[in-house]
């Protein structure tokens, strides 16, 4: 029963979005969904480790940028192959990389393996900018298609683009989260060492984790250079996209995959609007003592905290 | 080529002694107390913004200004692990929140000081500061110099209280055995909100040598995480003599690769260098097997 409202929504959400293509026409919505929705798919995978497995990811920025900067290799090399290229190699990267760190460090403590993820998205960073070929530290410009079949503009394309791979993020992070895996990953968050006593393969559990989050990550940055069309850098591997990433689950809750999707839509509102009537910068300050706020005052987050409201007056009754 | 390589070996020696006194704080906090506290380069910046102000306003020296504010820093230090101990170590949370808390703080304290001093670049004046002393064909910028010094000096005074007064060896103590320091009658949770503390207050100290050392701006902070995680872990975890030893090594790794392979390279030094110790040496150079 719950397993059909739950493919059933998802169908009415494909067929809304495609719906509103057609109806809507004013191409700020587009963007702003759409940066919603990348919100979503970086909580969500970040999610699956930090919150599934109780690994902390500091290099979200990093693999995001991975992502963004296959797309970019891929145009230059394939002299401008369709987007959907890129949507499938990039989380091949990106998962490969992952997978790679994982290896190098999962074995450690998990301070270790956040360190890590830092370490990684620095030197991707530096790589990035001493490599001349897809721009270097000066950026990329990025030309979109004029036409694109089926839709009114490349915008409405790309919003497509990414309401699927969202709700095929969600799709993965459910599957994770209630099948055999997801209760091997619970039982690694809640005491490794029992968990390895038990039986359970925590290196291989945690290193299908990894790359799961990694290859996810670089989906949301495939299309990002043709959302942005400029891309360099410093902007890329931006901190903020980091902080985005942990924000979303622990605003939301990190125990099941609807916390991230719940913090995507509350942080992704709050942001759009701060942006457009305030001031950016000052986004970006809500978004540090949000994030600080939750952890110290609500650690289970928006979807704990109905939970455990919930579970209280059933109680009562 | 000899005399170039001496000089970046020189060079990357009196960067390294500057790099200690950054990590040093993260050494007693990281090493001994556990405590992941990557927001600690952030708390080095709000020390540079200290000395750049009351250098600006009443000419001050920026490290007298930093041994000014060191009360400050301590308090501020201790507050943090306060309400870090309140929320996330007492509910046993501290590994996945109070890593995302650090990184929220951190994150905040630089969005502040942006918001407040925007993004361009401080430095500050100083007598010594563009002064260098020549012996043959060795260069030593006074502005390396005098880093490199008070950097031992600080280095040398938090080694021999660690390690001499009663507290410091509480201070290790507490990272040995916590239950044991319980039954001997002293409170953990004061001891480590102690060395917490100290450990905020030689982030003021570092802040002046860095404003010192380069220009600085909000963000220069991140850089320095990669390189004192790397320096702590490979200096074996709370050495502080390790973590010294440590400090000169990424200091020399990163002056040869900017001087004989080009200056953007150097950030991944650190970084590297550390991903190789997790995953070859996870111990460190200078710590214990297993």
């Known amino acids: ?317 | 080529m000899f005399e170039l390589f001496v000089n970046a070996v020189v060079a990357g020696v009196l960067l390294g002694g500057f790099y200690a006194a950054v990590a040093l704080g993260l050494s007693i906090v990281f090493g001994r107390l556990d405590i992941v506290n990557i927001a600690h380069p952030a708390f080095v910046i709000i020390g540079s913004y200290v000395a750049f102000i009351m250098n600006e306003r009443y000419m001050l020296d920026p490290i007298l200004s930093s041994l000014i504010f060191l009360p400050v820093f301590f308090l501020l230090g201790v507050g943090m692990y306060r309400l870090y101990y309140v929320c996330f170590e007492r509910t046993g949370q501290e590994s996945l929140s109070g890593l995302a808390y650090f990184f929220g703080i951190m994150f905040i304290i630089e969005v502040l000081l942006i918001l407040y001093y925007g993004v361009d670049y401080r430095n500050v004046q100083a007598p010594y500061i563009g002064e260098t002393l020549f012996l043959g064909f060795l260069g030593l910028p006074y502005r390396m110099l005098v880093p490199f010094i008070t950097a031992a000096i600080l280095t040398g005074l938090v080694y021999l209280y660690l390690s001499k007064t009663f507290l410091g060896r509480a201070i290790l103590a507490v990272s040995q055995d916590r239950l044991a320091l319980q039954l001997m009658g002293a409170n953990p949770v004061r001891v480590k909100q102690w060395a917490f503390g100290i450990g905020i207050a030689t982030a003021a100290v570092a802040g002046a040598l860095l404003i010192i050392i380069q220009p600085i701006e909000p963000s220069v902070g991140r850089l320095y995480i990669g390189r004192v995680f790397a320096i702590v872990i490979l200096g074996g975890m709370g050495s502080i003599s390790g973590t010294f030893f440590a400090a000169l090594i990424i200091g020399i790794a990163e002056s040869l690769v900017a001087t004989f392979i080009g200056p953007s390279w150097a950030p991944a030094v650190a970084f590297g260098l550390l991903l190789v110790t997790l995953a070859v040496r996870p111990q460190g150079l200078f710590g214990r097997a297993g």
């Open chain 1, 1 to 317: 029963m719950k397993l059909n409202r739950f493919w059933v929504g998802i169908v009415v959400v494909l067929l809304a979005g495609l719906a509103f293509t057609k109806i809507a026409d004013n191409e700020f919505y587009f963007y702003a969904i759409y940066a919603v929705l990348q919100l979503m798919v970086m909580g969500i995978a970040w999610n699956i480790l930090g919150g599934f497995t109780g690994y902390v990811n500091f290099g979200a920025g990093g693999f995001f940028a991975a992502g963004a900067y296959t797309t970019v290799f891929l145009h230059k090399a394939l002299d401008g192959p369709p987007l959907l290229v890129a949507v499938v190699v990039a989380p091949i990267v990106c998962g490969l990389i992952g997978l790679g760190i994982g290896y190098l460090t999962l074995r450690l403590k998990g301070v270790y393996f956040a360190i890590a993820t830092l370490a990684v998205a620095i030197i991707l960073e530096t790589l990035v900018i001493n490599w001349e070929y897809v721009g270097g530290a000066g950026g990329y410009y990025f030309l979109i298609p004029e036409k694109i079949p089926f839709f009114d503009s490349y915008i409405e394309w790309l919003f497509t683009v990414i309401l699927v791979i969202t709700l095929f993020a969600i799709v993965v992070s459910r599957y994770l989260n209630s099948s055999r895996i997801g209760q091997g990953l619970a039982a690694i968050r809640d005491d490794e060492l029992a968990a390895e006593c038990m039986g359970v393969p925590t290196l291989k559990l945690k290193l299908i984790s990894t790359t799961v989050m990694g290859a996810l990550m670089g989906m949301a940055g495939a299309p990002f250079p043709y959302f942005i069309t400029f891309v360099e850098p410093v902007s890329t591997f931006s901190l903020l996209i980091a902080v985005n990433a942990i924000a979303v689950p622990m605003i939301g809750g990190t125990m099941t995959w609807l916390g991230p999707v719940v913090g995507a839509i509350v942080l992704g509102s709050i942001q759009e609007i701060v942006t457009v009537s305030i001031s950016s910068e000052l986004n970006m300050l809500i978004v540090g003592v949000v994030l600080v706020g939750f952890i110290t005052l609500a650690p289970q987050g928006i979807t704990g905290v109905y939970r455990d409201f919930r579970d209280k007056r059933r109680r009562r009754k």
